[in-house]
């Protein structure tokens, strides 16, 4: 985590009830200055502090105000040039963008997009990335989201990815979110649209490794289905290795006919599959 010395007057920032409630306490104890984070725990910013108030991002914040905001955030609040934003909305379902002990994660109709249990979104997919990724290669990010994986990816040292994000509202949000930041960069193609009917379109044998993380299987059953697997094993090189989230099915009563019908299918479609239980996931090579 990097440092800054900045009163924050007209960038913007970004309130959640971890870093309300330390400017309340500084505030409390009069305090003229308070270190924390205003953007979702990428920097820690040193801000000034006045006898009953504090700018953030343009605008005047008094006590209460953000004593009333400490008890009632439970999201991310953006505030740029004076003006305040939730980074929240519905759009036939519900989205969030929730806070976490580091990266964000988005919540749909109150359902986590990634794992938040003992596990920081932003590590976990550091570990589904790396399982698969090689320098120099060509990666396909399936369902892309904050753009976590991609961006982990190109770290891990991708020279290009292609990411695929079917959701708009998901695409809003990561345009909002801090920690997406890196996804906008050369190496990461951004594509708009279903992967399910995208794909047919790729070129055969043209990605280096696939990082596969679906929705739930209620969701989007057609990215579990022999057909999918068949086309993501055409676009594959040979050797080529894919990581496969699955998540806990134990958990919710699927167990082993969950995992075992996933393993036939990416057998039948020429993988060679293995289990990743440190990522939840399924790792296959194209044979």
Request: contains cysteine.
């Amino acid at each position: 985590m990097s440092f800054a010395d900045s009163s924050m007057n007209s960038n913007s920032v970004y309130l959640t009830r971890e870093n309300v409630n330390i400017i309340v306490g500084a505030l409390s104890s009069g305090a003229k200055k308070v270190e924390t984070t205003v953007d979702c725990n990428l920097t820690k910013t040193k801000l000034e502090l006045l006898p009953d108030e504090v700018i953030l991002g343009g605008r005047s914040f008094n006590f209460a105000e953000l004593r009333e905001l400490s008890h009632k955030l439970t999201g991310i609040i953006k505030v740029e040039e004076g003006n305040i934003r939730r980074l929240e909305f519905f759009a036939g379902k519900y989205y969030k963008l929730r806070p976490t002990r580091f990266a964000p994660t988005v919540e749909i109709d109150g359902i986590s997009m990634h794992r938040t249990q003992d596990i920081d979104p932003w590590e976990d997919s550091r570990m589904k990335t790396a399982q698969v990724v090689k320098k120099g290669g060509i990666a396909l990010d399936t369902c892309g989201g904050l753009g976590y994986t991609a961006i982990w990816a190109v770290r891990l040292g991708a020279k290009e990815v292609i990411s695929v994000e079917k959701d708009e509202n998901i695409r809003k949000l990561r345009k909002d979110n801090p920690h997406s930041r890196a996804f906008f960069c050369a190496e990461i193609q951004a594509v708009e649209g279903d992967i399910y009917r995208l794909i047919s379109g790729f070129q055969n044998e043209i990605f280096d490794c696939v990082i596969h993380d679906p929705p739930r299987f209620s969701l989007a059953g057609e990215l579990y289905g022999r057909e999918f697997y068949e086309q993501l094993a055409r676009i594959l090189k040979p050797g080529g290795g894919m990581f496969h989230y699955t998540g806990n099915p134990y958990s919710k009563g699927r167990g082993r006919n969950f995992i075992q019908g996933i393993t036939a299918r990416l057998t039948e479609a020429g993988f060679l599959v293995k289990p990743c239980p440190q990522a939840l996931g399924l790792t296959a090579v194209k044979r």
